[in-house]
């Protein structure tokens, strides 16, 4: 990748790369073929509000100048019944690359994770503590039960997608440590504190885990939201995590429609956000990074 100076485009064609979306989700428009089964129980505000099927979220890409994304499976519509997703990137394996999700506490986990490699989704996700499902204190990332998931996701070099918040960060360390050869990605940095601003005192439990180098990070709207509120600025956040971590262990993703406002709204504040970044440092974030960590987007 080359290095450039400091004056960062502000549009996906200027990047010079194609534009890698690490974090989006695709609700069903058919709940007969497609069931809703979210985990705890409740279905997420915004998948009910916003909800933007196959179709839509290519129309999204074309206008946002997003070149493919990576389907994450929306755990809180469709728990771990991963076939929209499957069928979505069957659909459009140009554009499309899949996650899905599976309950590592149960027996045949190991054989769930084969099942739906084998048919054709390409990462794996473990979550824990988004809105719908932080309620339940008593799964834990680093239970034992789920550790031969993680021994196959490391031998098959299967990136793992992880939803926590910064309480559970130390259990990541426990993972990170016992399985450093797998390929983790951490959802929304965690989503850190981050009002005070830099130094980024509040987040000392994220900055931390830069030692370990098979930990790589989601730069999400989340982030460019919350990385102007309070003393933080963007610039400072961006430069922050760049430093700590390296830009080739960064991925941005828009989390659309989960995170409110258009796909081409999204990629322009997180252009803006990080505006400070070299344009090597850019093209790890939006595009370098995600095809690391998912080979399968090179294949069309």
Known sequence: MMTASNTAPLSAISLGVPVVDSHSHVIADDPVRYPLAPMGGKQSDWSKE???NGIGMVQAM????????????????YGHDNSYTLDCVKANTSQFVGV???DTLQADAVAQVKRWKD???SGMRVFIAGHTAAADHSVRLDDPRGFPVWEYISENQIAMCVQLRADGLPQLETLLKQFPKAKVLLDHFARPVLEEGAPYAQAASLFALAKYPNLNFKFTTHNVRESKE???????????VVNAF???????GSNFPASAGGLTKH???ALEATASLTLEEQRWIYSGTAHALYPDLNKS
């Open 100 to 102: 899905y999700s599976v």
């Open 246 to 252: 390296g830009a080739n262990r960064i991925a941005w």
């Open 50 to 52: 916003r909800p933007v």
């Open 119 to 121: 048919a054709g989704l």
């Open 230 to 240: 309070g003393k933080s600025t963007q610039e400072a956040f961006s430069k922050a």
């Open 267 to 269: 990629l322009q504040e």
């Open 62 to 77: 074309k206008d946002a100048g997003v070149s493919k994304s990576i389907l994450v499976q929306a755990s809180t519509c």
